[in-house]
């Protein structure tokens, strides 16, 4: 991967931590799916090779996490991009 694919992957994960782990009276959970299913949609379009690599790297970022709430956004950030489907 290289330096840019890293850091959007990176960023995109903390976005999906910032979402889940915001109170329900910071962003609805519903304003959370408005956010969330746009990009849902357009990595579903990535070939499964593309998907599977970018929930291997998100994937990564787990070790990189000390809290442990943060930790088990990040080992579930595939799933919910829908990455693993």
């Known amino acids: 991967m290289t330096t840019l694919e890293r850091t959007l992957a990176k960023a995109l994960t903390e976005i999906v931590i910032w979402l ?3 109170d329900d009276d910071a962003i609805r ?3 959370t799916m408005e956010v969330l299913e746009p990009v849902i ?3 579903q ?3 499964g090779q593309d998907r599977q690599a970018l929930a291997d790297l998100i994937s ?3 070790h990189q996490e000390t809290d442990p709430e943060r930790q088990l ?3 579930e950030a595939p799933e919910t ?3 693993l489907a």
């Open 20 to 22: 889940d782990l915001s």
């Open 29 to 31: 959970p519903e304003a």
């Open 41 to 43: 949609a357009l990595l």
């Open 45 to 47: 379009r990535l070939p």
């Open 60 to 62: 990564q970022f787990v």
């Open 73 to 75: 956004t990040v080992i």
């Open 81 to 83: 991009l829908g990455l």
